[in-house]
């Protein structure tokens, strides 16, 4: 896969590339445009459903239309939907992309340089220097807080039907009994006969040990976060590593999971796409970092993912699949773990797989879910929600066809369901924090 990607990288205020500006059209029944962008502006015309518009630029979550006869105007980022790119595939190349700080200001063209296919994933090797580096920029909850205050966000509470933590895995006698032969022949190829047993399990389904899967998810995320970063190293960016962390680790404060390891980075690949290995370890590629144009864009993305990892929804799925590739699809659930055997399960899995099982596409409702999660931590975080949907309709503007999203839209569903998801959802709660600039 060969990735051509043109990023336009401004300042403060994100203007948009090209002079036609971006088509969209009117999302909800009716708009108000005001005539700066703030709701005590005056509105200067109400606009219709599926009325069409055309962007001229970003500013914070609201855009700047240019209207007929000339005139301007702002709506939010959420009152229209942005089309999708048409650029012919003849070398017309380059998208429409809005600008922002995370670029620094310089104009970047990154131009033949391939993304992270499932085949670099698969045969990377595990990069413990790269690790280590990443682990080295983890951000402490107290440093994370006291950046949050300088950047004038306050913590709150906000209630989340969905939220809780992830349910333990079960399992059942009549499993038990099919799978025990399976359980023993894992320990044996482990090296581990010696130091495990299979346990012998009751009518009635019992969960797994909510240590041994921490146990497990902790054995995973370094291996899968390292194998990654032997396909493609941590960018050369300490300030970008720095900011991701911080923001970060006070995003993961507001979860039900903030005793976790967290550690975040930013991976050398033009591609826009983001991995959550479990037990705290999250990736983001730069050609993504690039794209967002402030500091709660990049927290609606780090939102999603982090709530997949609140939810062990990776871990889950790897677990199965490691499971049935032993020969049982419950046969975990009979091993007497103790600290070491699951993180040998999980290393010996890795080991053949690599890290192209995070290309392991998760539940529709799993995304979904990460996507209302996110909204629910940036206003926790004291950020507003609409910076997960205006970095979405960022991705969607680009089309399904850029090569640089190919790998996300393998792995989640389209962008434009993501967005009709939660237009369908409202605001409900989160509409006082909608608010915020």
């Known amino acids: 896969m060969r990735v051509i990607v043109l990023l336009l ?56 239309l240019a209207l007929p006869g000339g ?9 229209v939907r942005v089309a999708h790119s048409t650029a012919a595939a003849s070398g017309d190349t380059a998208r429409v992309l809005f600008t922002g700080k995370a670029g620094k200001g310089r104009i970047t063209e990154t131009a033949g340089v391939r993304g992270i296919d499932e085949s670099d994933l698969r045969s990377a090797a595990f990069d413990a220097g790269q690790l280590a580096k990443m682990e080295m920029y983890r951000a402490t909850p107290k440093a994370a807080a006291a950046q949050a205050r300088i950047n004038g966000w306050l913590a709150t509470g906000v209630a989340f ?52 899967l921490a146990e497990e998810e902790l054995a995973l995320g370094p291996e899968i976060a390292g194998r990654v970063l032997g396909a493609r190293p941590l960018w050369n960016d300490d300030a970008a590593q720095r900011r991701i962390n911080l923001i970060g680790r006070w995003m993961a ?36 970092y690039e794209l967002v144009d402030s500091d709660a864009e990049l927290a609606g993305v780090l939102g999603h993912e ?10 889950a799925v790897i677990r199965k699949q490691g499971l049935a590739a032993a020969g049982g699809d419950v046969a975990m659930g009979q091993v007497n773990a103790g600290s070491s055997i699951g993180g040998s399960l999980a290393k010996s899995y890795v080991s053949k797989h690599g890290a192209a099982i995070m290309l392991t596409g998760l539940d529709r409702n799993a995304e979904y879910r990460s996507d209302e999660a996110a909204q629910i931590y940036l206003a926790r975080s ?26 996300l839209y393998k792995t989640h569903p389209p962008l434009d369901e993501r967005l009709d998801r939660i237009d369908s959802r409202g605001h409900g709660g989160l509409e006082p924090y909608t608010l915020r600039d």
């Open 71 to 79: 005139g301007v105007g702002y709506v939010r980022v959420n009152d």
């Open 306 to 315: 982090i709530n997949h990892i609140v939810q062990r929804d990776h871990y």
């Open 9 to 64: 990288l401004g300042a403060a205020a994100a203007t948009m590339a090209g002079n036609a500006g971006l088509s969209a059209v009117v999302q909800k029944p009716s708009v108000e445009v005001h005539s700066q962008p703030d709701f005590a502006a005056p509105t200067v015309v109400t606009l219709n459903r599926n009325a069409p518009v055309q962007i001229a630029a970003q500013q914070g979550l609201w855009y700047k």
């Open 382 to 407: 004291g950020m507003n929600p609409l910076a997960l949907y205006s970095i979405l309709q960022k991705m969607a503007a680009l089309g399904g066809a850029t090569s640089g999203l190919a790998q």
């Open 161 to 212: 039907a969905g939220e809780g933590r992830p349910s333990t895995v079960q399992v059942k006698q009549a499993d038990a009994q099919r799978t025990s032969s399976a359980g023993r022949g894992i320990l044996r190829s482990l090296g581990r006969g010696a130091l495990a047993s299979v346990l012998g399990v009751s009518e009635k389904a019992i969960p797994k040990a909510e240590q041994e």
């Open 253 to 288: 404060s507001q979860t039900t999971r903030p005793e976790l390891p967290w550690t975040f980075g930013v991976v050398d690949t033009p591609e826009i796409n983001a991995f959550a290995a479990p037990g705290g370890y999250v990736l983001v590629t730069r050609g993504l």
